[in-house]
């Protein structure tokens, strides 16, 4: 659907707006149409795109994307080289990088905010050529991801995951793992490693607490191997972002890291799924701009 552009005597944003239609099982369209109608009674200029996205947004001033992580990180891969102001409004399920960036703040309030045209620049991450801007997790939450598969994209988000989460943690096995960063090297078994941009994954674990956006340094927690029988006990920990003091954890902020084993991985970009046995990963600094 692509709703034509209006074009208003005054105002001088010219608003793309780009949705994902299966977001959130239909939350995604329904907020387009609650943004359309607001921005319409603002009197701005826009046009609304959802499932055919344009080829390039060279005669807009801003980009609205309405969906979650996963939209997001197809966004930024099919437009790496975009310059313009992008927002973010949270029709997806987990939504955890639309967190990061504006808190929990009603649909209005997101409005007002992006409306006062303030401007950030955001880091984003490199991994094996593909663009991510909230994380990469290998061992474990990648796993969770490919045990997901499509479900991921109907989700409730956070319950969601946590369900595969309680399936899988008692049987997953810790893998050897390689790492090179910060001017040493070393392998070992690791139960899972997150290199984070943002905070939450998942729709809510605070995997990375202390992660700044905008810092030109990647986070990166690495779990090493916990007890079958206590690994319920821990995840809580997880949850709320109380593991990084955990003897078994161990917490390095880098600009770029390579990770590598004998065997290939399952991790995820931004929640998006890719296997691999060798992971070369590094910050671009303030490569894309938000509204905030």
């Not at 991994?127 to 969770?144: H, L, P």
């Not at 990084?244 to 590598?260: A, D, P, T």
């Amino acid at each position: 659907m692509t709703l034509p552009l209006n074009r208003p005597a005054t105002g001088q944003k010219i608003i793309a707006l780009v949705c994902n239609p299966t977001a959130g099982k239909g939350k995604g369209l329904l907020l387009l149409n609650e943004i359309t109608f607001a921005l319409r009674s603002r009197g701005y200029t826009f046009t609304a795109y959802s499932g055919n996205w344009p080829r390039h947004f060279k005669e807009f001033t801003e980009v609205w994307i309405i969906g979650g992580d996963g939209t997001l990180n197809f966004f930024i891969n099919r437009y790496p080289e975009i310059s313009l102001p992008i927002a973010l409004f949270k029709g997806g399920s987990g939504n955890d990088f639309a967190w990061k960036l504006y808190g929990s703040k009603s649909t209005e309030e997101y409005l007002e905010m992006v409306l006062k045209g303030n401007i950030t620049h955001v880091d984003a991450g490199l991994c094996n050529g593909r663009y991510f801007i909230n994380g990469v997790g290998i061992g474990f939450d990648g796993e969770v991801v490919k045990s997901m598969g499509t479900r991921r994209f109907f989700s409730a988000g956070h319950l969601s995951y946590f369900a595969i989460v309680l399936k899988k943690i008692f049987f997953y096995r810790e893998k050897k793992m390689s790492f090179v960063t910060g001017g040493r090297s070393w392998t070992e078994k690791i139960f899972m490693v997150s290199i984070a941009n943002g905070s939450r994954y998942g729709g809510g674990f605070l995997v990375a607490p202390d992660a700044d956006i905008s810092d030109g340094e990647l986070d990166i927690i690495l779990i090493r191997p916990i007890p079958f029988f206590r690994r319920l006990f821990y995840l809580p920990k997880v949850e709320k972002g109380k593991h990084l003091g955990l003897h078994f954890v161990e917490f390095l902020r880098e600009k770029n890291i390579l990770v590598s084993s004998s065997v290939p991985l399952a991790a995820h970009l931004d929640g998006e799924l890719i296997e691999a046995d060798r992971f070369k990963i590094e910050i671009l600094p303030g490569k894309f701009s938000f509204c905030r």
